[in-house]
């Protein structure tokens, strides 16, 4: 089993900007659908940024232009850069780890991503 830890949330302010960092306790090789998910107090939690099984990336609309998502296989960490932050991307951001290969998923604790207008 392989536990993800998310790290690099904090406060900051409009216009900022944040790296979001996921470390997972073994090999993330095999996780070729990770991904960053957020969910905001009252919302459901949304897919925010993720591998594709093509091996390209996905983004949600909302963070298109700004986001960019991106994995160091041999460090075992997905990072999330995030830049040119709304008070709108406030919430708890969740990482994903995700296999095609063998099914498995596993979801980190989140991290708290709080911007201030």
């Known amino acids: 089993q392989v536990q993800p830890v998310e790290s690099g949330g904090g406060l900051v302010q409009a216009g900022g900007s944040l790296r979001l960092s996921c470390a997972a306790s073994g090999s993330i090789f095999r996780f070729n659908l990770a991904g960053w998910y957020r969910q905001a107090p009252g919302k459901q939690r949304e897919l925010v940024a993720a591998f594709t099984s093509g091996g390209s990336t996905s983004y949600s609309d909302s963070v298109k232009g700004r986001f960019t998502i991106s994995r160091d296989n041999a460090k075992n960490t997905v990072y999330l850069q995030m830049n040119s932050l709304k008070p709108e991307d406030t919430a708890v951001y969740y990482c994903?780890?995700?296999?095609?290969?063998?099914?498995?998923?596993?979801w980190g604790q989140g991290t708290q991503v709080a911007v201030s207008s």
């Open positions: 994903n780890l995700r296999s095609a290969y063998t099914a498995e998923a596993y």
